[in-house]
């Protein structure tokens, strides 16, 4: 999965900062649209510390991981 640039201006918390892909994140599109959305999806997704790790820094608690990337650590990893 191609990585997003690393500097803070290319930030898009509507956007996964592993594959720069659409996060599809609830939180964001409610902002975007000013209407109430129902929970993300990622409230009842497990995101191990391992694909945590592998954010930049100034993504951190910033953009969220989409699910595209999120199924891919856990096909590919050892659980």
């Known amino acids: 999965m191609p990585s997003t ?3 803070p201006s290319s930030l898009d918390p509507s956007r996964c900062p592993l ?19 129902a929970p993300c999806w990622c409230v009842s997704a497990r ?13 951190k608690g910033q953009a969220c991981i989409c699910a595209k990337c999120l199924a891919h650590f856990h096909s590919t990893s050892s659980v």
């Open 5 to 7: 640039p690393d500097s």
């Open 19 to 37: 594959c720069g892909g659409d996060n599809r994140c609830a939180m964001e599109l409610e902002k975007a649209t000013g209407k109430a959305q």
């Open 47 to 59: 995101f191990p510390p391992d694909l945590l790790a592998r954010l930049p820094a100034e993504a």
